[in-house]
């Protein structure tokens, strides 16, 4: 079993930055891929930002440009750094761990860009 750590949700006005976190409880060897997804109220989890274990990206397009994800191998830990936040973010962001025998969600961190 794989726990997932998120860290560095919260408040920021239009504009704003935050630098989401995500730790992996144990060590893991092999890695299919990291990511970002969010969740706003009444809508469906959608993807956010991906990175395989090669450092491959993907992201989408409502946040090309503005957010940018990247990884710690040695820790286990994947980042979403957020730039140019707009209120139609907010939401709440969750990590995902893709394993060759399981995927893992972390807790889900909230996420609000308000003035």
């Known amino acids: 079993q794989v726990q997932l750590v998120e860290s560095g949700g919260g408040l920021v006005q239009p504009g704003g930055s935050l630098r989401l976190s995500c730790a992996a409880s144990?060590?893991?060897?092999?890695?299919?891929?990291m990511g970002w997804y969010r969740q706003a109220p009444g809508k469906q989890r959608d993807l956010v930002a991906t990175?395989?274990?090669?450092?491959?990206?993907n992201y989408a397009d409502s946040v090309k440009g503005r957010f940018t994800i990247s990884r710690d191998n040695a820790k286990n830990t994947v980042y979403l750094q957020m730039n140019s936040l707009k209120p139609e973010d907010t939401a709440v962001y969750y990590c995902?761990?893709?394993?060759?025998?399981?995927?893992?969600w972390g807790q889900g961190t909230q996420v609000t860009v308000s003035s």
């Open positions: 144990r060590n893991i060897f092999t890695i299919n891929a």
């Open positions: 995902k761990l893709d394993l060759p025998s399981a995927n893992y």
């Open positions: 990175i395989t274990s090669r450092g491959n990206t």
